[in-house]
C-alpha cells in the first residue's frame, strides 16, 4: 500500500517553456501533498504543501507565480514550472500523506513518488 | 527554527557490521519521527516510522528514540553492501515533518 506515483519520469525542454509534473496517490486518499526540490547532493528542500481544494501554502523564497501546484482531488497534485529556465534544472518529487492512513501512533507519515529529473536547455 | 541534524558521512562499515546513524532534533515537542533510505537518483522510501520512547525492531533495523535528549538512531544490523545510500531522518509534531540532510553509508565487502 502507500504507493505514489510521478509522471513523467524525465523531461527536457526548451528555456522559455512550461511544463507540468503530476503526483497521484494510487491507493489510499491524499489529504495532503508536498513538493520538494533537490539538488545534486544536496537535502531535500521543501517548495510547497498542498491540500486537496485550496491554495497550495509555499515555503519562504519559493515563486508562487512560477511554482503552480493545483490539489483538484485526493489523489492528484500538479506542478506547473512556468517559463522554465536552465536554473529550475532538479530533481522534482512529490510526497503525500493521509492522516487516517499509517502505524499506530499517527498518520503523518509521508509516501514519496519515484521523483521527476527536470533539465531545461 | 525546526532543526534536524545529521552527520553528512560518509560513515564506513565492513559488510556484515552493526551501521549506527544518528540524529538530533531541536523541537521539543516533535511527536513523530521517520527514517528514510534514499539511493542516488532516486526518491526517499520510507524505513520506519517511531513514535514512543524506547526501541522498534523491523527486521535488521531498530530505531531508538530519546525524547528527553532530542535524540534518534538508527541501528542496521548485519550491514550489506545494497545498503549503502543515504539515510535521512526527519522529525515533527504536525503533518509536515522536518528533514535533516541525510547521512550517507556506505558498506563495503
Known amino acids: 500500500g502507500a504507493v505514489v506515483s510521478q509522471h513523467p519520469s524525465w523531461v527536457i525542454c526548451k528555456s522559455g517553456t512550461s511544463v507540468k509534473i503530476e503526483c497521484r496517490s494510487l491507493?489510499?486518499?491524499?489529504?495532503?501533498m508536498f513538493w520538494y526540490r533537490q539538488f545534486p547532493k544536496q537535502s531535500l528542500m521543501l517548495m510547497a504543501t498542498?491540500?486537496?481544494?485550496?491554495?497550495?501554502?509555499?515555503e519562504q523564497g519559493v515563486e508562487k507565480d512560477k511554482f503552480l501546484i493545483n490539489h483538484a482531488s485526493l489523489t492528484l497534485s500538479t506542478l506547473t514550472v512556468t517559463s522554465a529556465h536552465p536554473e529550475d534544472s532538479s530533481f522534482y518529487i512529490c510526497?503525500?500523506?493521509?492522516?487516517?492512513?499509517?502505524?499506530?501512533?499517527?498518520?503523518?507519515?509521508?509516501?514519496f513518488g519515484p521523483g521527476t529529473r527536470l533539465l531545461v536547455l | 527554527q525546526k532543526e534536524v541534524e545529521q552527520n553528512s558521512g560518509p560513515l564506513s562499515v565492513p559488510e556484515g557490521a552493526i551501521a549506527s546513524l544518528n540524529c538530533t532534533y531541536s523541537?521539543?515537542?516533535?511527536?513523530?519521527f521517520f527514517w528514510y533510505r534514499q539511493y542516488s537518483g532516486k526518491s526517499p522510501e520510507l524505513i520506519m516510522s517511531?513514535?514512543?520512547?524506547g526501541d522498534k525492531e523491523d527486521g535488521r533495523f531498530t530505531a531508538q528514540l530519546n525524547k528527553a535528549s532530542q535524540y534518534v538512531s538508527l541501528l542496521i544490523r548485519d550491514s550489506q553492501p545494497s545498503d549503502s545510500a543515504t539515510y535521512l531522518c526527519?522529525?515533527?509534531?504536525?503533518?509536515?515533518?522536518?528533514f535533516g540532510r541525510g547521512t550517507s553509508l556506505i558498506v563495503h565487502p
Open positions: 510526497s503525500a500523506s493521509d492522516r487516517n492512513y499509517g502505524t499506530s501512533g499517527g498518520g503523518e507519515t509521508q509516501y
Open positions: 491507493d489510499f486518499q491524499a489529504t495532503t
Open positions: 498542498s491540500n486537496e481544494g485550496s491554495k497550495a501554502t509555499y
Open positions: 523541537d521539543r515537542v516533535s511527536q513523530s
Open positions: 517511531i513514535y514512543s520512547n
Open positions: 526527519a522529525a515533527g509534531r504536525s503533518y509536515i515533518p522536518t
